[in-house]
């Protein structure tokens, strides 16, 4: 075993320190969630024990108090038309970018869990945990972005994950490093059910569905008619 000397021990005491206070710049304070792949403690669409369509608000506020990756001075509830909104910010926060978590009720019921990754997922690894998804829905990120969101549907599992990607030489490339930025749970159910659940998740007008909805067709160019204004 090597010895470290006095030089390479300060060395290595300085590094420390750059780097702690590089994370702690960087809002990379705590633990990360990483159970969509692991499956741990649960599958989706369970998060940490909270089951859409079937966790109180009780249980829901037990977990936000209890849970090592939620920022308890983040917590923030507010009400939107007849929804319930609990938005909060994980303890391994690294960018000012990012949307808020959040959970979303109805009436007593946890319907809708949004949560940002605080870990790079390639869309490789999501498709060798999950298969490919069942439909998919491009749209632009903004009115006038140059960005493309691209929605994967899992209705079955309650899963809907999303990519962002950037153009290059004028496309838009699905490729195995894309990365996944951000994944809603809900109740498991069908195309249909998940248009019930309205703007709590990214999904087309019932009346559109069948327009906009496209079965997945692997890496590639996004194809043209799959983004519309």
Not at 192 to 200: N, Q, R, V
């Amino acid at each position: 075993m090597r010895r470290i000397t006095g030089l390479s021990y300060a060395v290595s005491v300085v590094s420390s320190l750059v780097l702690a206070a590089w994370l702690t710049s960087c809002g990379l304070t705590g633990p990360v969630d990483r159970s969509l792949l692991t499956g741990e403690p649960c599958e989706p669409p369970c998060w940490q024990g909270l089951v859409p369509g079937v966790s109180t608000e009780q249980e829901v506020e037990s977990a936000l108090r209890a849970s090592e990756y939620v920022d308890p001075d983040s917590v923030y509830p507010e009400r939107s038309g007849g929804a319930r909104i609990i938005s909060w910010e994980s303890t391994a926060w690294w960018t000012a970018s990012a949307e808020p978590n959040a959970f979303i009720l109805d009436g007593d019921t946890l319907m809708v869990i949004s949560m940002q990754l605080d870990y790079e997922l390639t869309l490789e690894d999501l498709l060798d945990r999950y298969g490919p998804p069942h439909k998919v829905w491009t749209q632009w990120r903004d009115w006038g972005s140059v960005d493309a969101l691209v929605n994967l549907y899992y209705p079955s599992i309650g899963l809907i994950p999303q990519l962002v990607l950037e153009p290059s030489a004028g496309q838009h490339e699905l490729e195995p490093h894309s990365q996944v930025i951000r994944v809603w749970y809900c109740p498991g159910s069908s195309l249909e059910g998940l248009a019930d659940l309205g703007s709590s998740i990214p999904f087309p007008p019932r009346e559109y569905m069948e327009s906009a909805l496209h079965d997945w067709a692997g890496y590639g160019t996004l194809k043209e008619d799959w983004l519309r204004r």
